[in-house]
């Protein structure tokens, strides 16, 4: 394990202010060694963390000693975020307790996050959570029945959606992928929904509302759209299943599509994308340029017995001779270096906070490229439910940033 010395990496923290939008990529994919991925910051929001509105959780279980019905909503852990502005970031939580049936009262949103970093310099390591967008249809543009279906703003809730990855197009407005169509959701920059879902012509998961009776899903429960990325312009949308088809008997296979968001329809290209084992996930995906992306590869397990949680570089250029796309590890997330101890100091304690840092947390969906050679990565918490830190305790939600020396977003770091 190489080190670097301190001054650079507290000198690569102070960068951490600047404005989290994507720097001008290089053209060629560098060079990069996951060995040399460092973790520069870090901050964490406490599991048990409400914000306004009604009473959630009424039909979900407790656990780790949470106990709902909870007072008002939960924000959770997260599965995207967006860049927002002065250091502050868009997150967005998934369909909240897990399934269709005890999410209909959790209300689809993304909060405001404005973290205080702890890095080698210090810090708080706290996030502060802000306003919130509502996601919701008050022009009626679903066009089958949801939760709230009679009121007028039409709130969405986790009964109606699964949102699992959001990217912002350059006129502003949102697009999110959902697990349980799979659709693509077409939203405003406050949250409000511009258009019928849009549905992928083949695929279809178990809980989507346009599945025949005896119909057989061509999509896994729960492994819909996981990630979704844009090319620069937002032209076009890539979003990515997250685990195998049903009637693949390819079980490593994972495949990214392309939606045309001029034409408001796929244009039928795929890529085919190898996982290293057959239940691993693509968990999120943010492009680098029109033809380079990141994206987070990751098993189901978590505390000790994680053993595979990693962001991968990808070209859509090249293919193997089988026909999948090269991916270059960019980041090893159970095996970082921390020479500066960040996290070492968490009052709460855990697994993995030393050097090497770990993040070993079980569901790592959050992924977004920073300036400088730097990406930022959460995880949702699956409320109450993730203990990766500590046994028998809601892991809470964190925010890390990781400095790469030479990923192509921005001047390679020294």
């Known amino acids: 394990m190489r080190y670097r010395p301190l001054a650079l990496l507290a000198a690569a923290a102070i960068a951490l202010v600047a404005s989290p939008a994507l720097a001008q990529a290089q053209p060629h994919s560098p060079a990069v060694d996951p060995a040399d991925a460092t973790l520069l910051a870090r901050a964490t929001l406490p599991a048990y963390t409400l914000a306004p509105g009604p009473a959630s959780g009424a039909f979900s279980d407790p656990n780790n000693g949470m106990v709902p019905p909870y007072p008002s909503q939960v924000v959770l852990g997260i599965s995207s975020v967006l860049p927002a502005d002065n250091g502050s970031y868009w997150a967005m939580p998934d369909n909240g307790f897990g399934t269709k049936g005890n999410s209909v009262d959790f209300l689809l949103r993304l909060y405001h996050f404005t973290p205080h970093w702890e890095t080698a310099r210090g810090g708080a390591g706290t996030i502060d959570v802000g306003r919130f967008l509502s996601l919701r249809d008050p022009d009626h543009k679903i066009p089958f029945p949801i939760v709230n279906e009679n009121t007028t703003d039409r709130l969405l809730t986790g009964g109606d959606f699964d949102v699992e990855a959001v990217t912002r197009v350059p006129d502003g407005s949102m697009w999110i992928g959902d697990e349980f169509g799979p659709f693509l959701l077409h939203f405003d920059r406050t949250g409000k929904l511009l258009q019928a879902p849009v549905a992928h012509p083949t695929l279809k998961g178990p809980s989507s509302p346009e599945l025949a009776n005896g119909e057989t899903p061509t999509v896994q429960g729960s492994r819909g759209y996981e990630a979704l990325a844009s ?11 997250e685990g195998p088809l049903t009637n693949d008997d390819n079980r490593f296979r994972r495949y990214i599509h392309e939606f045309d968001t001029r034409a408001n329809r796929y244009t039928g290209r795929t890529w085919q994308y190898r996982t290293d084992g057959e239940d691993y996930r693509i968990a999120d ?15 189901d397990d978590e505390g000790p017995a994680a053993t595979f949680k990693r962001v991968y570089l990808i070209d859509r250029r090249h293919v193997d001779a089988d026909g999948f796309l090269v991916k270059t590890e960019v980041a090893d997330l159970l095996d970082l270096r921390n020479p500066a101890l960040i996290g070492s100091h968490d009052p709460a304690g855990g697994y993995g906070l030393g050097n090497p840092f770990k993040f070993p947390l079980q569901s790592v969906e959050a992924l977004l490229p920073l300036p400088g050679n730097r990406i930022l990565v959460m995880q949702d918490n699956n409320f109450p439910d993730s203990t990766g830190r500590v046994p028998g305790k809601t892991d809470a939600t964190e925010m890390i940033v990781i400095g790469l020396r030479n990923l192509g977003n921005g001047t390679t770091r020294d």
């Not at 995906?285 to 098993?299: G, K, P, T």
């Open 285 to 299: 995906m943010q492009s680098l340029d029109a033809n380079r992306a990141v994206l987070i590869e990751r098993e």
């Open 231 to 241: 090319s620069p312009d937002g032209r076009y949308l890539y979003p990515a299943v």
